[in-house]
Structure formats: C-alpha cells, structure tokens
C-alpha cells in the first residue's frame, strides 16, 4: 500500500484504540458508581502478577525511549488471595499516565514492599515514580477527581478520559486500602498504593518457591523481557469453526486468520456451529471460535452442546469466546460454560494467534 495509505490506516487503528479505551473506563465507573462493581478473592501468582505489569509497561516505556525499572524491597510471598486482575488494573492506570508525562529519556519506577505481616494477612506498597511534568500544588488535591485534568489540552495531547485515576482510587478503596499522590511541577511525580491481601497457604512445590526470587534477579539484572512459550502450535493449514452472526465481523475474521494461513468455515450462528461441528468426523477442527452473542442459539448455550456430545474431540477441542462482553462475571460464565479462553472485541491478531498457538494440541 502507498505510504498515504498506510498513515491513514494508522490513524483510523489509533482513533478506534481511543474510543475502546474511553467506553471501557466509562464503563468501569458506572459500574463502580452503580455498586455492580465486585472483587474476587482468589489464589494468584505474586510473580506472575508482576510479570504481566511489567511486560506491558517495559514495552511502552522502550517505545517512548523512557527507563524502566521494577524492584522488589524486603520479602514477599510467591503467591497471595485476592483479586490480582483488579489490582493490576489499578497499577496499569497509574503506570501508563506516568509513561505519557514523562518525556523522553527520563525514568519511570516500580518498587514493591512489604510494609507488614499480621494474622496471615500482608499490607503490601506499590511505589510508582516518574521524573515527568509533575503537577501543581493546588491541581494535586483534584488528581483522583472523575474528569479531572490540570490542562485542558491534555486530552488530545496524550489521549486521556481524565477516569483512569479515579478508577484507580476507587478500586483501592474498595479493597480498603489507600492511594496517595505527591508531585512537583517540572520534577516528577510519585503514587503510593497501599493493599492488604491474604496470605496463602497452599504448599506450593520448591520449584514453584524458587520463581520469584529468580524473577527478582532477572529484574535488577536486565530488566523484564516477555519470554516465548516453547512447544507452541504451527496454525499454518489449521481449520477453524467460526461462529459469527455479523457480516462484516465474519470478514474481519477471515482476514485476520489468512495472515496466517488458516482456514476457516463460517456459520451464522451458535445452531449451524453446532450442526456443522457434529457433521463432520472428529479432529476435522482445530479449535472453534465462538461468538457470544447470537439469534437462535448464543455462544454459551452452543459451547454446552458441544462439549455434550458423544464423541473423542468434544471435550478437547479449543473453544474460544469472541465478545464484547468483557467484566469478570461473563469471563466465569465462560469458563462454567466450557470454553478455553475468553478474547474481547475488537479482537487483536496476535492475541488471537498466542490463544490459539497455546491451546492446539495434535
């Protein structure tokens, strides 16, 4: 394609992203504002939860010429009950509006510390500083404000909703824990996040005890690096089973699954997928991408249909929810309902791809 060509394509992809980002965190906050908003408590890997933060945010960083580094202070559990999504959203938040104020070649921070062990539970603090734009001292008091922004021009400059922090504070909040921000104009910023999490008592084997001590090294060493999983499928010549009411969604799809060398059949809803899917012999698909919503049979109910079959592959082929349904509770409706994974519109290629490269199995 011609160079204009592609600078408007970059320019509709960067728009779109936008508005997702913006639906997303009004969303958030009516829900947080309805009180439908609710916290799981669940075992999480301590060092996985960093890990994913870290991927992310040494990414953004790398592309802006920005300095990151992630440290651990004192000792932390390997793993600990709560609701590790949520928090990390809260770090996201914080994390990504540091790297947007902080120009380039200055340095952005995460320190971990334990600052109390009582009654198997841990009060942990995450320190997120930054040498960017700082704020103001009479703007500090309005930074946890829904819509708040110091300078108008904000919002088109570096892309805000102005709910990213008060989102945060809210969710910090709700798990009665705290959030403070200091900052100097011209000199940077710093915000504290204090959570208190159960401890957790499952006797993990001494391999897994061992993870983030040497994710700690490999932090203070280089820095984090997202590793490839070994082993992963090749999708060149799978065939997927595409569940997809809507037209032009089917056609994006297809698309996206040629880039590579997939093939794939259509059916219009969840009935035909279940039609399609008992006609053929087993092993004939690699994996069913299924929407969720859809007339005459939706996603879930066609996911149960499948797995309720008689047959070798019903029970192990892939199942992958396409949706734009994306809060915790549709995820575990998901899951309940059989399906291996759950990836939300508008759905990003080489996600897809990974989901898909990790659950085929020959």
């Given at each position: 394609?011609?160079?204009?060509?592609?600078?408007?394509?970059?320019?509709?992809?960067?728009?779109?992203?936008?508005?997702?980002?913006?639906?997303?965190?009004?969303?958030?906050?009516?829900?947080?504002?309805?009180?439908?908003?609710?916290?799981?408590?669940?075992?999480?890997?301590?060092?996985?939860?960093?890990?994913?933060?870290?991927?992310?945010?040494?990414?953004?960083?790398?592309?802006?010429?920005?300095?990151?580094?992630?440290?651990?202070?004192?000792?932390?559990?390997?793993?600990?009950?709560?609701?590790?999504?949520?928090?990390?959203?809260?770090?996201?938040?914080?994390?990504?509006?540091?790297?947007?104020?902080?120009?380039?070649?200055?340095?952005?921070?995460?320190?971990?510390?334990?600052?109390?062990?009582?009654?198997?539970?841990?009060?942990?603090?995450?320190?997120?500083?930054?040498?960017?734009?700082?704020?103001?001292?009479?703007?500090?008091?309005?930074?946890?404000?829904?819509?708040?922004?110091?300078?108008?021009?904000?919002?088109?400059?570096?892309?805000?909703?102005?709910?990213?922090?008060?989102?945060?504070?809210?969710?910090?909040?709700?798990?009665?824990?705290?959030?403070?921000?200091?900052?100097?104009?011209?000199?940077?910023?710093?915000?504290?996040?204090?959570?208190?999490?159960?401890?957790?008592?499952?006797?993990?084997?001494?391999?897994?005890?061992?993870?983030?001590?040497?994710?700690?090294?490999?932090?203070?060493?280089?820095?984090?690096?997202?590793?490839?999983?070994?082993?992963?499928?090749?999708?060149?010549?799978?065939?997927?089973?595409?569940?997809?009411?809507?037209?032009?969604?089917?056609?994006?799809?297809?698309?996206?699954?040629?880039?590579?060398?997939?093939?794939?059949?259509?059916?219009?809803?969840?009935?035909?997928?279940?039609?399609?899917?008992?006609?053929?012999?087993?092993?004939?698909?690699?994996?069913?991408?299924?929407?969720?919503?859809?007339?005459?049979?939706?996603?879930?109910?066609?996911?149960?249909?499948?797995?309720?079959?008689?047959?070798?592959?019903?029970?192990?082929?892939?199942?992958?929810?396409?949706?734009?349904?994306?809060?915790?509770?549709?995820?575990?409706?998901?899951?309940?309902?059989?399906?291996?994974?759950?990836?939300?519109?508008?759905?990003?290629?080489?996600?897809?791809?990974e989901t898909l490269e990790r659950l085929i199995r020959d």
């Amino acid at each position: 394609m011609s160079d204009r060509t592609r600078e408007y394509l970059e320019k509709i992809d960067a728009s779109a992203e936008h508005l997702l980002y913006l639906i997303n965190d009004i969303l958030d906050m009516s829900r947080i504002e309805s009180g439908e908003l609710s916290l799981k408590n669940e075992e999480f890997s301590f060092c996985g939860f960093l890990k994913a933060i870290n991927t992310m945010v040494s990414g953004q960083c790398s592309d802006k010429g920005l300095d990151y580094q992630c440290h651990i202070q004192g000792e932390v559990d390997d793993y600990y009950i709560g609701d590790d999504m949520k928090l990390r959203q809260v770090l996201i938040n914080i994390l990504g509006n540091t790297v947007k104020f902080t120009p380039e070649g200055g340095k952005v921070s995460l320190t971990v510390n334990r600052t109390a062990h009582y009654d198997r539970r841990s009060t942990l603090q995450f320190r997120v500083a930054d040498t960017g734009i700082g704020m103001s001292r009479e703007f500090l008091p309005h930074i946890f404000d829904a819509f708040s922004q110091e300078n108008s021009s904000s919002t088109s400059k570096y892309g805000l909703s102005g709910l990213g922090m008060a989102i945060a504070k809210n969710i910090v909040e709700m798990m009665n824990g705290g959030i403070e921000a200091e900052s100097e104009k011209g000199r940077g910023s710093v915000f504290t996040v204090t959570v208190t999490l159960m401890d957790c008592e499952t006797d993990h084997s001494e391999a897994e005890a061992t993870v983030l001590e040497e994710f700690r090294s490999a932090m203070i060493r280089k820095g984090i690096k997202a590793s490839q999983e070994a082993g992963r499928a090749d999708l060149t010549g799978r065939r997927v089973l595409l569940a997809e009411d809507v037209q032009v969604n089917t056609e994006i799809m297809m698309m996206v699954l040629q880039m590579r060398q997939m093939e794939a059949e259509h059916a219009e809803n969840g009935r035909i997928a279940v039609e399609m899917f008992a006609s053929h012999e087993p092993g004939y698909y690699n994996a069913v991408l299924m929407d969720m919503r859809m007339p005459e049979m939706d996603g879930l109910e066609a996911s149960r249909a499948i797995r309720a079959m008689d047959r070798t592959d019903a029970k192990t082929i892939p199942i992958i929810a396409l949706t734009a349904n994306a809060f915790d509770e549709d995820v575990q409706r998901s899951m309940q309902a059989g399906l291996n994974a759950h990836l939300t519109k508008p759905i990003q290629p080489e996600k897809l791809f990974e989901t898909l490269e990790r659950l085929i199995r020959d």
